[in-house]
């Protein structure tokens, strides 16, 4: 297998810090946008949060977000030009914390189009303070002494949550710290994108990644964390799928 | 054309429709829940989107949506739900999309009160949201002018790539009144606008950008062509009706339903052979400087703000242009409590005796 830039980057330097998982999750959603040839026609709906960064690198068009609305702007866009591709990218405070109506509103209603939830337990842009997805335990800039259940309540588990509505067709979560993890992601991003093409409705693709600034670990470390902490708790596999033939 | 009875608010939402607009998107709030109630069945007639948004702030994010696609968006509200769509408007105005935000206010801070008023003047001229922008604010003062208002507002907020509201009370958008529509505009959605990213026939082009987000070099040239637009909102685009004020000794100021009555009272004031007219403001914003340098204040004697709001919003851009060579006086009513023909007859004429202060 040949590795390269998939052709809907820019050759622009990564803003993202060394081994943070945001730019493989970036190159993951290149690459099936290359192998779908929508380069041309997907509409890239961004957040607010370190997937900014973004702006800078992907060719396609771009909508910026405000802060956790992205749901709410690629269902303006995509009801009103409903042949482009549309994915809206998400961080977990952006997705989880203030726009958990937006992604609720969208899911509930069966929109249209692709959203790819990069879970970092953290709100890495603004320093690393407690995300909704925070563990137990787990210390942040908010959470000195860890994340105490008591005052802060547990992390919220965004395809179980999405998983009990109705309208969704397709839900599922992968970590993206091990080459399988990246793949079974690449091919869930891949049905996504899909479905969204054969106007088979809703889709959410949570990929748990890392924050090493952040979480004061190296990116080696991060891996490892991710496998006795993350993964217990966020459990990877599929919450809901309504077109099981669809690869 | 014939005229028709309608329903102020319905009439806001028909005319849209004619100007091209194709996507509203709402949550529901007293005194403007016909908006969306008639869009929700009109607009998919015409090929149109209507969406019921989980919040007013989800809505304005989906205008936002809309607007990158190039299609003439829509949102409405009240109050609270306006304080709650500036985020989205400040993302319009950062991002540069046109879109029309109607207001139809009601009284006072917080929940307020649901009945008419005109509370919202400072948010609406001022800051509606942050960032330091303005908008144009149209206030109609009859259904037609309601109507002939929101048909334009696309032109201005294309033109302009900037949010247009429309600043309304409850009064007007309940009345039924006879208007005369103007014929259906077709919306071009075919990739012609310099912000839309629709995709011509065949076409192959990306790379397009739409974010409020710039570096700082640019976004103080940015900021520089912001208020180049709003000086020239100032020369090119004032509204204003100039009613009974050459001879006038006593001008009121007054806006939207306010101005209505007022009207009323001073053509009984005209009556008693007292010189009283009227600047009434249809653009806030712009606001009518003008107007207030070509009085002549060798001969007025007082300028009557009279509003539905306390403290009184408009004072301050009045005295602005006044600068001291006439008093100012206010006569204002509140928190949905409207004033009559009456009120203003009696609160003028005290003012003409030297009654008031
Ligand atoms: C309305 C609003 N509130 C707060 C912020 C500040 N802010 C920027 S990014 C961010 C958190 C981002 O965290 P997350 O979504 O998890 O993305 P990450 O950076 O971790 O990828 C916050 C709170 C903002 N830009 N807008
Ligand atoms: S702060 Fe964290 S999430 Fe943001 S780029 Fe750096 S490592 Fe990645
Ligand atoms: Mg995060």
Redesign the pocket.
Known sequence: MEYKRPSSLKPTPSGFCPGCM?SLATKLIADVIEELGQQENCVHVA??????LNLAYWKGDIIGA???RAPAVATGFKRTNPDRLVFAY??????A??GLAEIMGAANRGENFTVIF???Q?????GG?M?P?TLIGQKTTTTRYGRDPLTTGYPLKMCELLATLEAPAFISRYALNTPKGCMEARKAIKKGFTLQMENKGFSFIELLGN?PTNWGLTPLQTMEYMDTNTIPYFVPGVYKDKYAEVK | MAKQLVKGNEAIAEAAVRAGCRFFAGYPITPQNEIPEYLSWRLPEVGGVFVQGESEVASVNMVYGAAASGCRAMTSSSGPGISLKS?GISYLAGTQLPAVIVNISRGGPGLGSIQPAQQDYLQATKAMGHGGFHVMVFAPATLQEAVDLTYDAWEYAERDRNPVLILMDGCLGSIMEQVEFPPMKEPDRKGTHAWDLNLKEGEKRNGRLLTPYFPEALLEIKNKSHKMMIEKWQRNDVKVEEFMVDDAEYVVVAYGISARVAKEAILRLREEGENVGMIRPITLSPFPKQSFRNLNYDQVKGIIDVELAIPAQMHDDIALEVLGRAPIYEYCRSGGLLFDDEGIYAAVKKIIDGGAK
């Open positions: 945001h957040p607010v949060g370190c997937a900014t405000a802060h956790g998400q961080g977990d405070g952006d997705c914390a203030i990069f879970n970092n953290t709100y890495g842009m603004t303070q995300a997805t924050c | 985020e």
